[in-house]
């Protein structure tokens, strides 16, 4: 018997044609059970929200920047932009003005000192004029004294001769124009020491005062010239003082705007950036060692431990999605499943998504809805950009004997037979 003719006999056997038959069955429900267990979502992408750096201040960019695809696994801080030519005009005026400021206070300090110096010695003028008023008063209180004393013992004399006088007229021996003229005598000897009695006691009043630092002579003021200079060095010094600390406190003024001024220049001369860990760099706007002006967007980046994935799914199966549920991700190309969670679902009339987002969101279509799944960070891929961009498969759970609660209530309704309560039923058995 030929080959032809054995094949052909086999193939006419019974037992080959079940087994042919029942591998074709297996075959078809081993490929329909994942609709019966899951519901399945073929249209599906990874995205993730973007981090945009844009250029605090105009300048050059650095040339340590990351390059588009690097991950940065870890946080990191490095220099971004190099100004050019900062404006330093306010920092001169402020350095002129603490100058002048500093000149001034010198100069009040010295004329200070200069004063303090005057004014000793006026002090040592005046106590010197001061003693030496005193001393010649003292001097011309003992000649007062003495002329007082003189005139007091001869003012004795005439008394005596006059009274002897007076006598001898009245016993006839001497005439009467002798008495008269020992009385003339007595009289101004009396008014002598009178007077000097008189300039004793101003002398003890000029003694006194002089004591007491007021001078009162004939051209003579309450106060010498020295102590007339030393009031008036007082009231200047005062001036300068007053200068001199409102000069200090102003250049203590312009000293502080200066520390700003420099700490302003100094953030405007160079710009640093901390970038955060786990992204990637996903889009490079401008290159390393490019001017870019303020505010210019420098580069994207995409975190990799925050990615999603986006399904779009009809809207009459919202109710059947709850925040936190459990979804199965498989991307398209690879056979590895990861389970992720749900973490929103949006209605089609909801607005558009205006996150920034690395991947487009297009509006869901007319009785869609969207939803979003949370992915795990060790999934990541981070020589691919963390896998953002690609397709994949999304498997949704289904409860037990849905798909049968689904589809007698299907028949129901086809025959006519869907009654309230069998559809609050099948939606509690989904």
């Not at 992204?279 to 401008?286: E, I, M, P, R």
């Not at 690609?390 to 004997?401: C, H, N």
């Not at 028949?411 to 039923?425: K, T």
Request: charged share 25%; glycine share 6%; aromatic share 4%.
């Amino acid at each position: 018997m030929s080959s032809p003719d054995r094949l052909q006999q086999l193939v006419r056997r019974r037992s080959v044609r079940l087994v042919l038959a029942g591998g074709l069955i297996a075959t078809s429900a081993w490929a329909f059970l994942p609709y019966l267990n899951y519901r399945i979502a073929s249209s599906a992408f990874v995205n993730a929200e973007l981090v945009r750096v844009a250029a605090p201040i105009a300048g050059q960019l650095t040339v340590d920047l990351p390059r588009k695809g690097d991950f940065l696994d870890q946080p990191m801080a490095l220099p971004l932009i190099e100004a050019r030519a900062p404006d330093q005009r306010h920092l001169v005026h402020l350095e002129s003005q603490q100058a002048v400021t500093k000149e001034r206070a010198d100069l009040a300090r010295q004329q200070l000192s200069e004063i303090e110096t005057a004014d000793k010695e006026l002090m040592a003028r005046t106590a010197i004029h001061r003693n030496g008023v005193i001393t010649r008063l003292n001097y011309e209180l003992d000649e007062a004294r003495a002329e007082k004393a003189g005139c007091t013992a001869e003012l004795a004399l005439r008394r005596d001769v006059s009274g002897r006088l007076e006598q001898l007229v009245k016993s006839g021996t001497v005439t009467a124009i002798k008495s008269a003229e020992a009385s003339a005598t007595l009289e101004a000897t009396s008014a002598r020491c009178e007077v000097g009695d008189s300039k004793v006691k101003r002398l003890e009043v000029e003694l006194k005062s002089a004591q007491d630092g007021v001078f009162l002579r004939d051209g003579i003021n309450d106060a010498p010239y020295s102590q007339q200079q030393h009031d008036r060095l007082m009231l200047r010094r005062q001036d300068l003082e007053v200068r001199a600390l409102e000069e200090s406190a102003q250049s203590a003024q312009i000293a502080a705007e200066l520390a700003q001024e420099r700490s302003r220049l100094a953030r405007l001369s160079r710009s640093d950036i901390s970038l955060p860990g786990r992204h990637v760099v996903w889009s490079v706007a401008a290159s390393p060692g490019s001017a870019v002006a303020e505010g210019q967007t420098v580069f994207d980046l995409a975190g990799c431990q925050d990615r999603f994935v986006t399904v779009e799914l009809p809207e009459r199966d919202f109710e059947r999605f709850r925040t936190g549920a459990p979804a199965y991700v498989r991307l398209v190309g690879s056979d590895e499943w990861t389970e992720g969670r749900i973490r929103q679902v949006r209605g089609s009339a909801a607005r558009t998504d205006d996150r920034l987002l690395a991947a487009q969101v297009k509006r869901p279509d007319a009785n869609s809805i969207t939803v979003e799944i949370g992915l795990p960070d060790d999934a990541a891929n981070h020589n691919s950009f963390c896998n953002i961009g690609r397709l994949a498969e999304v498997r949704f759970q289904r409860s037990p004997f849905a798909f049968v609660a689904s589809m007698t209530q299907a028949l129901s309704r086809l025959v006519g037979y869907d009654r309230p309560d069998d559809h609050h039923q099948a939606v509690a058995a989904k």
